[in-house]
């Protein structure tokens, strides 16, 4: 049975990737992004009810009101996972008449309490932990290229890095696009994307380096040996994201309201990752090493030509 060419078919996977970045990124610069109150701020009310309330009714209360996402704490008497007197919200920043009401549905749907403190707060991620990040994650993508060009060549560390580009646009562009709230646990999302990303890539680079060493002869059908290369890693991948997306849905179905832009991020990027790796990275890679023949063919016909 003869197999789909996926390295011959790049175009299309690279209009695909296209696509949806540009789309992301007009979208980035007219609406922006959904930022949550760790970037931008917003308001803190501190309660002590007179009897031990559980978290999850006040979470349903403020989920009345559209903020079912409020970081909310629980201290003082009674405190244990879900129950507590003292309960602290956080949430995005507040007028005084929507202060007013959510004060109202907590005391009518939980019971008396004493205001504790009610103010507006700053943002607690600011420029310069958003800039370190920034710079943390430029420096790992030097050292991923540093590291595969030593291991493999420098093709192989171009084509890893520009996935690993990839996959981080694809989720910034759905988050912008689909308006999903981003808060400080979307930092560590990105991050972790990349890591199982860059892992996946470089297990079928390892199986074209093996193949080129062993079966490919000059002058042999270079876009078939990445075929076969994709295809020898193919059942491992799919069994690897699978077994991640089963989790990370599962995180994302039954975690609660606090963790599911952050379960989200990971079953967009887990996904794109292992859709870069295979129809992205070595289709990348395939297009270097041609370039790279074509360049070096033309340099022999200008030398000859000079004789």
């Known amino acids: 049975m003869k197999r789909f060419d996926i390295v011959g078919h790049r175009k299309i996977w690279y209009s695909f990737s296209s696509l949806i970045i540009i789309a992301g990124l007009i979208c980035m610069f007219t609406k922006g992004f959904n930022l949550g109150i760790d970037f931008t701020g917003g308001t803190l009310i501190d309660l002590k009810f007179e009897q031990a309330v559980n978290i999850n009714d006040v979470?349903?209360?403020?989920?009345?009101?559209?903020?079912?996402?409020?970081?909310?704490?629980?201290?003082?008497?009674?405190?244990?996972?879900?129950?507590?007197t003292d309960v602290m919200i956080r949430t995005k920043d507040l007028s005084q008449s929507e202060r007013q009401n959510i004060m109202s549905g907590l005391k009518q749907k939980l019971g008396n309490y004493k205001v504790l403190r009610e103010e507006k707060v700053g943002a607690t991620i600011g420029r310069e932990l958003i800039m370190n990040a920034v710079w943390a994650t430029l420096l790992s993508w030097l050292l991923i290229i540093a590291y595969v060009s030593y291991r493999f060549e420098f093709k192989f560390g171009l084509a890893a890095i520009l996935a690993l580009v990839h996959d981080t646009l694809v989720v910034l562009s759905i988050f912008s696009l689909t308006q999903k709230e981003i808060d400080s646990s979307f930092i560590a999302a990105i991050l972790t994307i990349v890591g199982f990303s860059v892992n996946d890539t470089i297990v079928i680079f390892d199986r074209i380096r093996e193949n080129l060493k062993l079966h490919f002869r000059r002058g042999g059908d270079i876009e078939e040996l990445a075929n076969h290369s994709i295809y020898q890693t193919l059942t491992r991948s799919i069994y690897t994201v699978t077994t991640v997306l089963v989790t990370t849905i599962s995180l994302y179905v039954f975690g609660g309201d606090t963790t599911r832009d952050f379960a989200f991020a990971l079953i967009v990027g887990f996904a794109f990752g292992s859709y870069s790796s295979i129809f992205t990275a070595t289709p990348l890679w395939l297009t270097f090493r041609e370039y790279s023949e074509k360049r070096h063919a033309q340099k022999r016909i200008n030398a000859n030509a000079a004789k």
């Open 59 to 84: 979470r349903k209360t403020m989920d009345d009101y559209g903020l079912g996402n409020s970081q909310i704490q629980l201290s003082g008497k009674s405190n244990n996972s879900l129950k507590a």
